[in-house]
């Protein structure tokens, strides 16, 4: 599980970065708001990735549903704005449906999240 951890955080870590690079060009030339959209949610999902890893490592009972979540949301956001991206910056599309797709997996990501803190709630260790 700790790789998993580390894998989550170092994909996040480059997802995060890559949000700040889409909000530049957005900002310095390319004006469509597509990519500015693009932007806010990898940075947005770039961070809850982050913060569900680390609930993950503090809350082992749980842990792998909280990186469950944070797969979500990092394959989610390679999809919702990599197309997002690819149609601001070439005009297509990724591929077919890549955009709805993303958006269910981050939807997913947020339930998984709650569901993972319920769970974790309901069923804590006893000490």
Known sequence: MRKWA?????????????GV???AMAAHGVA????????????IHAAAAIAVTAVSVAAPQT???FLGAASF???GSLLF???LS?????????????APAGGV???LGWAWTATAAAVGFIFKPRK
């Open 21 to 23: 690079i889409l909000a």
């Open 105 to 107: 997996l981050l939807i």
């Open 63 to 65: 842990g792998v549903w």
């Open 32 to 43: 469509d708001p597509k990519l500015q959209t693009a932007a806010e949610f990898l940075m």
């Open 73 to 75: 949301f990092l394959i």
């Open 81 to 83: 704005c990599g197309d």
């Open 86 to 98: 690819v149609r601001a910056l070439n005009g297509s599309k990724l591929f077919a449906f890549a």
């Open 6 to 18: 580390y894998g989550t955080t170092f994909f996040a870590g480059l997802a995060g970065g890559g």
